[in-house]
């Protein structure tokens, strides 16, 4: 029951004496409410600072040896599982990656049909779903460090009290709720992507018309505003405030990143705030959406950190190889850009904020965005005069070996070797 705030009688006007007596019982009695409702009814303000530190900007020299010992581990582990190699991730979630699109489908059915056509435009093909495989995987690898901790515990009753792990009463709710958390995540994915369309004025996405060219950016528009609407919805329904409060931050660095990505940017401070932007446009919601399997396991503390900052370095890794292709995809690197699709839009990314420490030359074109005639190729042509590649791939793998590293806190299991296979296969995709 919330307490009564009572307030000394026969004071019906102020005074300065009202006050300072009303103060002496507020203040005391305002401290025991806000304590025992806890910090999860009154969550605090979203804060921008600290996203990304300076470990994050720094290239591990151990971890370009990693591929080979990533090989290795996995090796080891799938001999211990008796899995076949080489590991293919989505056959260990083959049933609920095939139903994921069924269930996107059916949570944004709306009567409208432009607005019908418009919010399932991207869901009518059948994608990468790389957001919802992570999750999926994270979130059978925690269940099962769970279910094999309340395996060692079962006999010690003082342990099992202690330790929070999911029960055979809830365990199908939680499946249920994994598999919702992963639909929500594609569709706040897909919902970016139409937006980032729109400000970006690209032409094509995932190898058709873009939806704001298709059929307009108000359609396109409201259409992103109703898929977020749509999962907004489908996660009140989890009621779990952590987890609502937790992708409604990834919902709200979206926006974040897009204006930061935008910003004029000073010298001193160019790299920072691009590696905050990759942050808050793709790992955001991968970090966040790990995080919010966890909490939706009810593993303890230390486990929902390690599952953000998996989440947090796949996601940060992922684009910087998306960065290393935008220049290598054609398979040469040589002649002039046939991709160039960052450098087009005016977005410095890694590869040219690394050359640029060799050709300040650079730093003038980036301020203006590559805006001049002759900018794209230039810059382009100093990329490939630099080891700036190279090095934007080996800041992607030390970022890989800080997401395994943050795995090694789960139990072993089959989940989290297709995990480190995940891994594995990011790092070394070349499309």
């Known amino acids: 029951m919330a307490p009564t705030l009572l307030l000394p009688p026969h004071q019906h006007s102020y005074s300065?004496?009202?006050s300072q007596t009303t103060a002496?019982?507020?203040?005391?009695?305002?401290?025991?409410?806000?304590?025992?409702?806890?910090?999860?009814?009154?969550?605090k303000l979203v804060s921008?600072?600290?996203?990304?530190?300076?470990?994050?900007?720094?290239?591990?020299?151990?971890?370009?040896?990693?591929?080979?010992?990533?090989?290795?581990?996995?090796?080891d582990h799938s001999t211990k599982h008796n899995i076949t190699t080489p590991i293919n991730p989505e056959s260990f979630i083959k049933d609920e990656l095939a139903n994921i699109q069924k269930g996107i489908l059916e949570s944004i059915n709306v009567s409208h049909p432009v607005l019908q056509q418009a919010a399932s435009y991207f869901f009518q093909k059948s994608g990468k779903k790389f957001r919802p495989m992570i999750v999926l995987l994270l979130s059978k690898a925690v269940t099962e460090h769970?279910?094999?901790?309340?395996?060692?515990?079962?006999?010690?009753?003082?342990?099992?009290?202690?330790?929070?792990?999911?029960?055979?009463?809830?365990?199908?709710?939680?499946?249920?709720?994994?598999q919702k958390l992963a639909e929500i995540t594609e569709i706040i994915h897909v919902a970016s992507l139409i937006h980032d369309d729109i400000v970006d004025q690209s032409d094509m996405r995932r190898g058709v018309e873009s939806l704001h060219k298709k059929m307009g950016s108000k359609v396109a528009v409201l259409a992103g505003d109703f898929l977020l609407a749509r999962a907004s919805i489908n996660l009140?329904?989890?009621?779990?405030?952590?987890?609502?409060?937790?992708?409604?931050?990834?919902?709200?660095?979206?926006?974040?990143?897009?204006?930061?990505?935008?910003?004029?940017?000073g010298r001193d401070d160019i790299f920072d705030a691009y590696m905050q932007t990759i942050f808050f446009k793709t790992s955001s919601l991968i970090s966040n959406s790990c995080k919010s399997a966890a909490l939706l396991t009810h593993a303890d503390q230390r486990i929902v950190e390690a599952s953000y900052q998996f989440g947090?370095?796949?996601?940060?890794?992922?684009?910087?190889i998306d960065d290393v292709l935008d220049?290598?995809?054609?398979?040469?690197?040589?002649?002039?850009?046939?991709?160039?699709?960052?450098?087009?839009?005016g977005i410095a990314t890694s590869p040219v904020l690394f050359a640029s420490l060799e050709y300040p030359e650079l730093e003038p074109m980036i301020r203006r965005k590559f805006s001049r005639n002759g900018d794209v190729d230039r810059a382009w042509e100093l990329v490939l005069h630099t080891n700036s590649i190279e090095k934007s791939r080996d800041l992607a793998i030390t970022h890989c070996k800080k997401a395994v590293e943050s795995l090694m806190i789960l139990q072993d299991s089959p989940y989290r070797t297709a995990l480190i296979a995940l891994v594995l296969r990011i790092m070394e995709r070349n499309k």
């Open 16 to 18: 300065t004496t009202t």
């Open 24 to 43: 002496t019982v507020f203040k005391p009695l305002l401290k025991r409410t806000l304590e025992s409702v806890g910090p999860s009814v009154l969550p």
């Open 48 to 75: 921008f600072d600290k996203v990304i530190n300076d470990s994050d900007l720094q290239i591990d020299k151990k971890a370009l040896e990693f591929s080979d010992q990533l090989r290795s581990l996995i090796n």
């Open 146 to 178: 769970s279910r094999q901790l309340e395996e060692d515990f079962e006999g010690s009753q003082q342990d099992a009290a202690t330790q929070s792990t999911p029960t055979t009463l809830d365990i199908n709710l939680i499946k249920k709720h994994h």
């Open 236 to 265: 009140s329904k989890m009621g779990n405030l952590p987890v609502i409060e937790a992708i409604s931050t990834a919902i709200e660095h979206l926006a974040h990143g897009e204006i930061l990505q935008m910003a004029k940017k």
């Open 312 to 320: 947090k370095h796949i996601g940060i890794a992922y684009q910087l």
């Open 327 to 345: 220049f290598t995809e054609s398979g040469t690197l040589l002649g002039k850009p046939s991709l160039g699709a960052d450098l087009r839009l």
